[in-house]
């Protein structure tokens, strides 16, 4: 007597994670707004860059700023310039895209189906968003470095400080280096908080709306001296330490501040954003 053998069970088979993180990554090079976005940031450097020299050229010769005559200022105040609104625009952008976009088209029921864990989802949705990050301040300190030398030029390739003393170029690439470092930890904050609103809700411009305002709000309440307590619990508060890199000695104590704030709100983002997709339907 000849018995069958019980079927094997079917069981789900979960992607490499190597596998995701280069799909999701060719998900977000795709995108047309990502090219147009990365291209509109190469130009803020170029346009400051052709605008002190043209300034300087009018008032003959007069410093505009310190970039004028200085040109590895440059980068770090096109950084400094764009993390006021720009950078975090674009961080929003991809939060936004990253799960109440797919809500929106209707593809995030597809993911959330896939043999997929909900953790390696909000793993792969947030290294999307920490890649545009990065991709967006690399190329405004890139393109700074290469306009501010070609462009601007003095100092023979050399940084002259706020405080007066003289970098060599490897120490001043190295200064650049860690503004865009410091850059993007402030923007993983932005991109952490801005992910667990897009997990709440199915509509990308209420994420936009909800970060820039959010910005807005807290650069009002930094300017209010009646509100000096609230000052170390506001993200924006620490935005201006990156010209710390232009000092010599390098003081680091604005920077490390900041750093651990942003940590902080990493941390909250994202602890949010995994409750949320774990708890959500498919």
Known sequence: MTTQADPLP???????????L?????????????LVMLGLFALIPVLIAVGVVVADRRSGGGLIGAVAGNGLVLPIAAMSLALTLLLPLAVAMAAADAIAGEAAHGTMRGLLLAPVGRLRLVGMKAFGVLVVAALATTVIALVGVLAGLVVVGGADGRLVTLSGTTLGLGEAVGRVALVVVWTVGQLAAVGAIALAISALTEHPLVVLASVLGGLIVFGVLSAIPALEWLQPYLLTSGWAAGADALRDP???????????RALCYVAVGGGLTLIRMLRRDA
């Open 250 to 260: 390098l003081p680091l104590d604005g920077m490390a501040e900041s750093s651990l």
């Open 10 to 20: 079917l069981r789900r088979t979960s992607a490499p994670l190597g596998r995701l």
């Open 22 to 34: 280069g799909a999701e990554l060719r998900w977000v090079l795709r995108r047309p707004r990502t």
